[in-house]
């Protein structure tokens, strides 16, 4: 039986729903070994493959044209992309400057010229197509087992 | 040779501003998924200093048993999860094979009880919500107290054999420097004065001078000295400056291995945070055994102007916060110190230092040698583990 093949991808954001997984994986690890290929996770491995995913967790809203431009290519490698967490899913809480007044993105302008940031920061769906949510800040542990159970069954893996 | 760290900015240092004191820990929170319980304690104890709030016997236990969960979990996620691939030879811990199934079985149980202890006590691992400013919502039962120990006492035997495993590897990187951290009395990273090796002690109500000397506003991941010099922090800094201090259940057993401080092997850095993982396993049984929790009455907060200072200490380090707030409550200025911030600039020479004595060699192994010497830093950044990119020039 092949394995469901998924990567797990951070972009802006504190990284709490990356550490939800690895808090998940404390009583799932043994159950999953067998059915789950993680093929792209940087907080757990050094080689990292990308392509022919089935299925890309991603967490992080899109602040910058070079993660426009990745979560683009990590949508081209996978049949099936999901946000995971709030800063994902509608880009709160790490869009706190998209509600500066004028003195702050004064204050920031040069940083975010510096680093291209975009205009606005904004959740993956509003840059790439998007199949599921797993809801929460951090995402919720049992929402999250729940997803990836359900995509093991739809990929025939179980 | 130039250390550049990448990250996306998320303009906390100007978000913070105009939020209430009472939402602004869970605010501060979210800066970092990784130690959100360190940011929350910190944040909160500074807008009680500012505010003037004394905090009851309890809450300072309970806030001790909130950053050994967070020590515990933490700790043993870089351990076992981000250190040991490089012990074994291996890739990550998904490539480990039968042999080295026990230190699997290991990882996850004694990340799980880190993580139980931190849901006990501020409700969720990732940006606890029991916690408040001046006390906590809810309580251990007497019941949970009981369930959390048997936990506690059932990985002892676990945490010792990684503190062997961390002693017997022979990675060695050595350099003479000066180790700051706080010095508690009880090793609680609470509280206590700031300490360094090369003999300064900073009393707390000094706290915010020594601040404003250190801080660079508005700085751009840039780095800090002490003393006009490099230094580092971390648990190598408190071993070094504090094991006398550790839980005496701790000393007991581990004496042996705690010949090896004060050290200057970057790698004992490992070392030393598993030790702690033992010390906090320890001091969460004594305080969980020797308490009975009640619900406190909710402390009554009156704003006011005022500026106030937290310090404790995180898994990486020493962490500062700095706040002043308008007279309605509201956060005017907030300047954060994070561990990972304060080790930049040791790291950078140290990298200098490690690459100089490796030239000559394959570039895949310096690039392997550089990431192992940053990994037993422990540094918090978008992905702190796996993230070497090398510019040959």
Redesign the interface.
Known sequence: MQRLKVGIF???????????F??I???K?FEW?DLVD?RYC???????RMEGLDVAFVE?AI??EK?AKRVKEIRRNCRKLISIGSCAIDGS??N??NF?DKA?MK??RP??KK?R?LKKVVPLKDIVKVDGEVPG??MLEDAFVKCLEAELKEFGVV | MKLKISE?????T??I?GKEFGTLPY?VS?????C?VAHLTCCTEAVEKAMGVEISEQTRLLRKLALYGLMI?DHA?HLY?FVM?DIMGK?????FDESQHKL?HDA??V??VG?DLSKLIVGR???GIYSQVGGYTKVPTKDDARKMVKQLKGIRGEVIDLIEIMNDCDFKFERARNFVGLAPKDFSFLEGSIKSSSGVEIPEENYSDYLKRMIIP?S?ATGFEFQRNEFMVGALARMNLNKQSLHRDTKKDVRKFLKAFPSSNVYHNNLAQAIEVLHSVDHSIEILQSRAFKQENKVEVKPKECEGVGVIEAPRGTLYYWLIFDKSGNAKYGNLVIPTAQNQVIMASDIKALVQGLIGEDKERIRMEI?KLIRAYDPCM??????LKVNWV
Request: aromatic share 12%; hydrophobic share 30%.
């Open positions: 951070s972009f802006t954001g504190d990284e709490g729903c990356v550490i939800t690895l808090e994986l404390n009583y690890f070994r993680i940087k907080t757990l491995k050094s080689k990292n992080g602040s910058s993660e809480p790490s706190h400057r500066f702050r204050e920031i940083v975010m680093f940031h800040c951090p | 996306n900015k998320r303009f906390y100007q978000a501003r605010v979210r800066i970092c998924g990784t959100s979990r996620m999860l691939p890739d990550s811990v998904l490539d699997v996850f149980k990340k799980s993580n691992a990732v940006h508005y751009q990431e978008s992905c702190a583990t796996h993230f």
